[in-house]
């Protein structure tokens, strides 16, 4: 490193260890190497996978850098970049997902450097940061899981736990394809999911969810997208509700994809992976006003710990936004 070539001290909320509590701190962020870019985050996105991610659901998946910077999504604007990067300038904005556990890297953060070949995309002119920031984990999932699911004009699918992030905006991707979607809310919110293209909610508290499908459904449904059953959970009566030839997607890998086919259920566990140019097609789609993001909550980076704790314990209703 020349002398003019520092590491910069910013502001980042970091773990030190799995299981540890998020503290916010100073860390040095170095200037980009080779292929990188420096990007100053206005905006970071909160996920459930973040505070996975810190408990230790990537472990023996992949090493993790200590101390690690938590989160994933974020949108900012490039500071700097290193030798080599073509695609972007320093002063454009930018989105993405940043999480890279191996380099200590995430988005909550002041600043965070990543790849130009990473999953980072240009946003487009009028997007806030705030909603860019809400968009790739939970967008790209919805969007991803409604591919999936391979749905026509008129089919049914049930949304398992369609009230957070990624359910708001699959009910939406499932409503543009034509198909009628059922929701689960409490009433608290089941306006808000109609208005954005439910047919019909089904309130989980009052009566089992299968329940009521089954009741209104007889003869079956096209497509299940759970985002709730976690491994080792009870996914048999959901997909007991799907005809042959039916789609059971889980966000949480709680399927059995062969034990499934054996009843003529095509099984998805989905894990989102989104390309530059769905990022790009997503940011388009939103900032035309196609996709509506909810925002529960816009926080400073000061708060991301006790948001983090919030977040754990459920019942969101929408994208916590933290602003670095
Ligand atoms: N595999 C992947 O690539 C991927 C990507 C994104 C997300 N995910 C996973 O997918 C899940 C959903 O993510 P998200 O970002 O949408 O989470 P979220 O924003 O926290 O939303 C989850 C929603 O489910 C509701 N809920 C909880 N229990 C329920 C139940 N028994 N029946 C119906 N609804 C229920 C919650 O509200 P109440 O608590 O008030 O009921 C909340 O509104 C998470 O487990 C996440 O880790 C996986």
Redesign the pocket.
């Known amino acids: 490193m020349t002398a003019e070539k520092r590491d910069i001290a910013v502001k980042a909320v970091i773990i030190t260890e799995f299981g540890a509590e998020p503290l916010l701190t100073d860390i040095p962020v170095p200037q980009p190497g080779p292929g990188e870019l420096l990007v100053r985050l206005h905006a970071a996105g909160l ?3 973040d505070w ?1 991610v810190a408990e230790g659901a990537l472990k023996g998946v992949a090493e993790h850098e200590f101390p690690l910077v938590m989160g994933s999504d974020g949108a900012g604007v490039v500071a700097d970049v290193g030798p080599g990067v073509t695609r972007f300038r320093p002063g454009d904005t930018v989105y993405g997902q940043f999480m890279d556990v191996r380099h200590g890297r995430g988005s909550y953060a002041e600043y965070v450097l990543t790849v130009e070949d990473g999953k980072v995309a240009r946003m487009p002119d009028g997007l806030p940061f705030s909603v860019a920031a809400a968009l790739p ?2 967008g ?2 919805a969007y ?1 899981a409604i591919e999936a699911a391979r749905l026509d004009t008129g089919h049914v699918i049930l949304i ?9 905006s699959a009910i939406q991707f499932a409503a543009l394809q034509g198909a009628r979607v059922l929701a ?3 009433s608290d ?1 089941a306006d808000h999911l109609r208005d954005l293209g439910a047919d019909r909610t089904i309130d ?2 009052s009566a089992p ?1 299968a329940e009521q499908v089954l009741a209104a459904h007889p003869d079956g449904i096209d497509a299940v997208l759970d ?2 059953t ?1 491994p080792g959970g009870d996914i048999d009566t959901l997909a007991g509700l799907l005809r042959p030839g039916g789609t059971f997607i ?4 709680a399927t059995d994809p062969e034990g499934l086919a054996a009843r003529e259920i095509h099984g998805v ?5 989104p390309s530059r140019e769905e990022l790009e097609a997503l940011a388009a789609l939103t900032a035309a006003g196609r996709l509506r993001i909810t925002i529960d909550a816009e926080i400073p980076l000061d708060d991301a710990p006790a948001a983090v704790t919030r ?1 754990r ?7 916590t936004v933290i602003l670095p």
């Open positions: 996920n459930p996978f996975k984990t939970a790209a999932t991803q398992n736990g369609a009230s957070g992030g990624v359910g708001q689960t809310a409490t919110i989980f508290t969810t985002l709730i976690h889980s966000t949480n890998y566990n989905l894990a989102n992976d977040a314990s459920g019942h969101a209703r929408g994208k």
